[in-house]
Every structure is written in structure tokens, then in C-alpha cells.
């Protein structure tokens, strides 16, 4: 059984970087076949996908953030992260990682999710 | 961008009730689309991909169908433990969820 963990700070001031990491155990984030993702719910509304990464390195984002996302792994410690620059109110939400399947590109593992608030 | 429409936002039945979600792509995703039930403090859940295929696990109560841009969720006898929001999710061209349809009991 896959287990998925965030972790960071809850709190983030307007116009840092909010920065998350993931935690995977009972599978190789190395491992091909599935992409690793997240997404995100802002109080009140749906779930926003950020992005994804492969254990090639390669990445996808939501155009919407404006290239303000950034995914990458550290398979060493079998977790993955995000960054978020400039962040504003807007970003306050539940983010949750997740695994993402690689042929029908289902989130069938997903972490509890963080909440992360921006304010001064 | 491909964006998902959900109709209705919400939704009131009663248990034993048959319960119909629709999703409409803005574009043809072929059968490139995921449903997801979501409670309160939890995870996401993934009950049907590719359109029609029920995920392991997931009581056959559910169902998916459609194909295109039409697409319909399907709960055959609504449960207490069915109340939840329910999502859609393309993934023909990167991922975009619905905005959700919110279900409760009347």
C-alpha cells in the first residue's frame, strides 16, 4: 500500500515561495509507470492541479500559475516537492500530493493534504 | 485549455434514490475522463477511469459513461456513506478538474 505525507510551513508571507515536500513510502518514486502530482483546494472551492512529475525528470504544470510552480524529486529520500513563488492570498489553500498513473493518468494515492495560509 | 463543466452544483436525494452527475468537456477528450468522490477532511477518492471502468474496490452502484464531450455519473441507489462532492477529470490534454457537484441527502 502506497503512503503519501506533506509537510512545510503553514504559513507563508505574500510575494514568497511556498515550498512543500512529499514523503512516499511502500513505493519507488523511481519507479516508472506513475507520474507524481499535486493539487491543491482553496476554502470554499474545487481541486486545481499544479503539475506533475516523471521519474525521468520531466514536468508538467497548469498554465494558470504563470510558470510559478516548480516540481522536482529527491530519490534518495523518496519524496517530492513544490515550490510556489510570489505567492498572494490566492494561494491559500489544502494542497495535496498524490500518485498520478501513467496510462488513464488517475490520482489513485493521495497524501491527507496540508493547509497553507498567506498572510502578513 | 480544456475546460470541464459539471451540472447540477448540488444536488438534495434520498437514500434508494438513482443520482445523475453530467460533465461536458469543452472540447472532445474521446473517454480521457476520471470521476472522484471527495468528503469532508479527506482524500480524494477515484471511483471510475477512462470514462466507464469501475477502480477496484468500488462498489458497482457507480458508473460511468460517455464519450466525446458528454459525459455521466451514475450512483443506482444512493447510500448514507455516498454524501460527498463529486468531481470529474479530464486528462486528454494535461489535467483539469470540474468545479464539482456537491450531493446531500433531502
Known amino acids: 500500500q502506497v503512503h503519501l505525507q506533506e509537510s512545510g510551513p503553514g504559513l507563508v508571507r505574500p510575494s514568497q515561495t511556498l515550498s512543500l515536500t512529499c514523503t512516499v513510502s511502500?513505493?519507488?518514486?523511481?519507479?516508472?509507470?506513475?507520474?507524481w502530482s499535486w493539487i491543491r483546494q482553496p476554502a470554499g472551492k474545487g481541486l486545481e492541479w499544479i503539475g506533475h512529475m516523471y521519474p525521468s525528470g520531466s514536468t508538467n504544470y497548469n498554465p494558470s500559475l504563470k510558470s510559478r510552480a516548480t516540481i522536482s524529486g529527491d530519490t534518495s529520500k523518496n519524496q517530492f516537492s513544490l515550490n510556489l513563488s510570489s505567492v498572494t492570498a490566492a494561494d491559500t489553500a489544502v494542497y495535496y500530493c498524490a500518485r498520478e498513473h501513467e496510462v488513464f493518468f488517475k490520482l489513485d494515492f493521495w497524501g491527507h493534504g496540508i493547509l497553507v495560509s498567506v498572510s502578513s | 485549455d480544456i475546460q470541464m463543466t459539471q451540472s447540477p452544483s448540488s444536488l438534495s436525494a434520498s437514500i434508494g434514490d438513482r443520482v445523475t452527475i453530467t460533465c461536458q468537456a469543452s472540447q472532445d477528450i474521446s473517454t480521457y475522463l476520471n470521476w472522484y468522490q471527495h468528503k469532508p477532511g479527506t482524500a480524494p477518492k477515484v471511483l471510475i477511469y477512462?470514462?466507464?471502468n469501475l477502480e477496484t474496490g468500488v462498489p458497482s452502484r457507480f458508473s460511468g459513461s460517455g464519450s466525446g464531450t458528454d459525459f455521466t455519473f451514475t450512483i443506482s441507489s444512493l447510500q448514507p456513506e455516498d454524501i460527498a462532492t463529486y468531481y470529474c477529470q479530464q486528462f486528454y490534454n494535461l489535467i483539469t478538474f470540474g468545479q464539482g457537484t456537491r450531493l446531500d441527502l433531502k
Open positions: 477512462d470514462a466507464s
Open positions: 511502500g513505493g519507488s518514486i523511481n519507479r516508472g509507470s506513475y507520474y
